[in-house]
């Protein structure tokens, strides 16, 4: 009887500190956070929310007084011949970057993943300019396209054949902002396929071969599919990136001549800083935001779906 | 099997000698502009007879790299230790107390990473104004810091979800007064390889900054290294050696470093690319 009762008070006083534990391993533990929650509302929520109030202003970003006027810049965004001129770099430089950086990167992964000579060397050389300063690598490539001394020219010249001044021809310098972007961050894109194409394993080309498949079919049949992952990753990661691309655009071409190599983060420091139209800068920069949001969630929700299906 | 192997082998790896030389062509072309005396408009694929160090030396004052290199290793190093130390705390309770409040706290954190901080640039701008905190070091850490410590926490938190045991919080009883002191004791250490790649990536982005710094750090006293070339930059570019030379400079320090720890920049950086 005793020990019966004796086991009981001591299950009641387990249970008890059981609960007392319990319920403060449930405790939010809020206060560790609140520094990081603070610092993100302030420097980014805030911001951003703010932003929305000043596009639907005529502020000129230093008077202290402003007007409501409403949805007019963006009225004004809409008709702009420019917005649309920037919009489309914009996704040039977003869309047209990521499927060189895809196709390539996974060209060099494919290569790199043969047991070949020089194999480290080749992938630390590609990968270097990852770590370098996008505006810096702009420079370097300034060096190679400039009019005046540049690498570019230098071999025109000596083939006896005219100069040609690419960087301010509006014709060809967004695509050459696309191709330094593409040859800065290509490597990124080749170790992420690289990992991807050592993670698939050697049971599936072995049963392959048996059955007779060609390289091609191969290819098609499993490292494509099994490759999915790695694809969106890279899809997602190269349109983010491209779609704000601002330091190469600086450095290279400063967005001219004119307005012709400009893209929407360039465009809103221009508005902003030199032209004294901060309202219109801050309706450019929701316009952007929702770009990026919209391209990057679809390239997501698409490339999600097929590695369902695959 | 192996013979025949051998000659496509071979003609593979004359392809990648070849697109290996190719990627080194900028690089070769920046040293050698570097190493041209002043006025020697030679061509740029041949290096100078005499290789002339006075761009670098003439670079290094002009365009005052020595101070702005130190003010980007001082944004550098605060804002990636204080990235380390408020997001791995933040991440802590974000991925063991999962109530109601945190998860909605997670979920913000997440969202706020599809935000590029950029798009708000105009009320930023005006917000940094407002609080007197322009042309200061300080700005710079706080913008750096507040920009990627959602990818910190996000990956601080996958990590603690996947490898750090339970058991080891009921044993080491995280409540109370010494919470502080038992975490970086504790769970702090185990998180290690996460907190490598952690501070890769926000070494080599804040390093490497110019969007944040060309708003917020103009005072000549504050520049970094990005706004000191791209002022030096546009006052010289009809001499482009002494940019070159620059350059080297502003780049050789991450080029050094990226060399020594290869494997762990690869590694930390793609970790932190694979954030989708």
């Given at each position: 009887?005793?020990?019966?009762?004796?086991?009981?008070?001591?299950?009641?006083?387990?249970?008890?500190?059981?609960?007392?534990?319990?319920?403060?391993?449930?405790?939010?533990?809020?206060?560790m956070?609140?520094?990081?929650?603070?610092?993100?509302?302030?420097?980014?929520?805030?911001?951003?929310?703010?932003?929305?109030?000043?596009?639907?202003?005529?502020?000129?970003?230093?008077?202290?007084?402003?007007?409501?006027?409403?949805?007019?810049?963006?009225?004004?965004?809409?008709?702009?011949?420019?917005?649309?001129?920037?919009?489309?770099?914009?996704?040039?430089?977003?869309?047209?970057?990521?499927?060189?950086?895809?196709?390539?990167?996974?060209?060099?992964?494919?290569?790199?993943?043969?047991?070949?000579?020089?194999?480290?060397l080749?992938?630390?050389?590609?990968?270097?300019?990852?770590?370098?300063?996008?505006?810096?690598?702009?420079?370097?490539?300034?060096?190679?396209?400039?009019?005046?001394?540049?690498?570019?020219?230098?071999?025109?010249?000596a083939?006896?054949?005219?100069?040609?001044?690419?960087?301010?021809n509006?014709?060809?310098?967004?695509?050459?902002?696309?191709?330094?972007?593409?040859?800065?961050?290509?490597?990124?894109?080749?170790?992420?396929?690289?990992?991807g194409?050592?993670?698939?394993?050697?049971?599936?080309?072995?049963?392959?071969?048996?059955?007779?498949?060609?390289?091609?079919?191969?290819?098609?049949?499993?490292?494509?599919?099994?490759?999915?992952?790695?694809?969106?990753?890279?899809?997602?990661?190269n349109?983010?990136?491209?779609?704000?691309?601002?330091?190469?655009?600086?450095?290279?071409?400063?967005?001219?001549?004119?307005?012709?190599s400009?893209?929407?983060?360039?465009?809103?420091?221009?508005?902003?800083f030199?032209?004294?139209?901060?309202?219109?800068?801050?309706?450019?920069?929701?316009?952007?935001?929702?770009?990026?949001?919209?391209?990057?969630?679809?390239?997501?929700l698409?490339?999600?779906?097929?590695?369902?299906?695959? | 099997?192996?013979?025949?192997?051998?000659?496509?082998?071979?003609?593979?790896?004359v392809?990648a000698?070849?697109?290996?030389?190719?990627?080194?062509?900028?690089?070769?072309?920046?040293?050698?502009?570097?190493?041209?005396?002043?006025?020697?408009?030679?061509?740029?694929?041949?290096?100078?007879?005499?290789?002339?160090?006075?761009?670098?030396?003439?670079?290094?004052?002009?365009?005052?790299?020595?101070?702005?290199?130190?003010?980007?290793?001082?944004?550098?190093?605060?804002?990636?230790?204080?990235?380390?130390?408020?997001?791995?705390?933040?991440?802590?309770?974000?991925?063991?107390?999962?109530?109601?409040?945190n998860?909605?706290?997670?979920?913000?954190?997440?969202?706020?990473?599809?935000?590029?901080?950029?798009?708000?640039?105009?009320?930023?701008?005006?917000?940094?104004?407002?609080?007197?905190?322009?042309?200061?070091?300080?700005?710079?850490?706080?913008?750096?810091?507040?920009?990627?410590?959602?990818?910190?926490?996000?990956l601080?938190?996958?990590?603690?979800?996947?490898?750090?045991?339970?058991?080891?919080?009921?044993?080491?009883?995280?409540?109370?007064?010494?919470?502080?002191?038992?975490?970086?004791?504790?769970?702090?250490?185990?998180?290690?390889?996460?907190?490598?790649?952690?501070?890769?990536?926000?070494?080599v982005?804040?390093?490497?900054?110019?969007?944040?710094?060309?708003?917020?750090?103009?005072?000549e006293?504050?520049?970094?290294?990005?706004?000191?070339?791209?002022?030096?930059?546009?006052?010289?570019?009809?001499?482009?050696?002494?940019?070159?030379?620059?350059?080297?400079?502003?780049?050789a320090?991450?080029?050094?470093?990226?060399?020594?720890?290869?494997?762990?920049?690869?590694?930390?950086?793609?970790?932190?690319?694979?954030?989708?």
């Open positions: 009887m005793n020990t019966v009762v004796g086991v009981k008070k001591e299950k009641a006083a387990l249970a008890k500190v059981n609960k007392r534990t319990k319920h403060s391993l449930q405790s939010s533990l809020w206060w956070y609140l520094p990081a929650l603070a610092l993100v509302v302030f420097f980014i929520l805030y911001p951003f929310l703010n932003g929305l109030k000043i596009s639907l202003t005529n502020w000129n970003g230093f008077s202290q007084t402003f007007d409501f006027v409403g949805l007019k810049q963006y009225s004004r965004l809409f008709k702009d011949p420019d917005t649309w001129l920037v919009v489309k770099n914009t996704l040039l430089y977003g869309l047209g970057s990521t499927l060189f950086q895809n196709i390539i990167g996974l060209l060099y992964a494919l290569l790199l993943n043969q047991s070949i000579k020089l194999r480290g080749t992938r630390t050389i590609i990968y270097l300019p990852v770590i370098i300063s996008p505006l810096i690598m702009g420079y370097i490539w300034y060096f190679f396209f400039a009019y005046q001394g540049g690498a570019l020219n230098d071999i025109l010249t083939m006896g054949m005219e100069k040609i001044n690419a960087l301010a509006p014709e060809v310098n967004t695509w050459l902002i696309v191709f330094v972007n593409t040859y800065q961050f290509v490597g990124v894109a080749m170790i992420i396929y690289l990992a194409l050592q993670s698939i394993s050697k049971d599936y080309y072995e049963a392959a071969q048996l059955d007779g498949a060609s390289a091609f079919n191969q290819f098609k049949n499993i490292t494509l599919p099994l490759l999915m992952p790695s694809i969106t990753i890279n899809i997602v990661i349109v983010i990136g491209g779609l704000k691309l601002f330091d190469v655009i600086v450095s290279l071409t400063g967005g001219g001549p004119g307005n012709a400009q893209s929407m983060s360039t465009f809103m420091y221009d508005l902003y030199n032209r004294q139209d901060a309202g219109y800068a801050a309706t450019e920069g929701v316009l952007m935001a929702l770009i990026i949001l919209i391209i990057s969630l679809s390239a997501l698409f490339f999600k779906r097929k590695e369902v299906e695959a | 099997m192996e013979k025949t192997n051998r000659k496509p082998k071979l003609f593979l790896s392809i000698l070849i697109i290996a030389l190719y990627h080194l062509v900028p690089f070769y072309i920046l040293l050698t502009t570097a190493f041209k005396a002043k006025g020697d408009f030679s061509s740029k694929w041949i290096f100078p007879k005499q290789f002339s160090f006075d761009n670098f030396r003439e670079a290094w004052e002009m365009a005052n790299l020595g101070q702005s290199l130190w003010n980007t290793v001082i944004i550098t190093f605060f804002s990636a230790g204080l990235l380390i130390i408020l997001g791995s705390l933040a991440a802590y309770p974000l991925a063991r107390r999962t109530t109601k409040a998860k909605l706290v997670y979920v913000f954190f997440i969202a706020v990473m599809v935000i590029p901080p950029l798009t708000a640039l105009v009320p930023l701008y005006q917000l940094v104004v407002d609080i007197g905190m322009m042309n200061t070091r300080t700005i710079a850490v706080l913008n750096n810091v507040a920009a990627y410590l959602p990818l910190a926490i996000f601080y938190a996958g990590f603690i979800r996947s490898t750090i045991p339970k058991e080891l919080e009921e044993a080491a009883k995280m409540d109370g007064a010494n919470t502080l002191s038992i975490f970086f004791r504790v769970v702090f250490p185990l998180l290690k390889p996460v907190t490598a790649s952690i501070l890769i990536i926000s070494c982005y804040i390093w490497n900054d110019y969007q944040f710094a060309i708003f917020f750090l103009q005072a006293e504050v520049k970094t290294i990005t706004v000191a070339l791209s002022s030096f930059f546009g006052q010289n570019t009809s001499n482009l050696n002494l940019v070159a030379a620059a350059a080297i400079m502003a780049v320090p991450m080029v050094i470093l990226f060399l020594l720890l290869q494997k762990h920049f690869i590694q930390g950086l793609a970790s932190g690319s694979v954030k989708g």
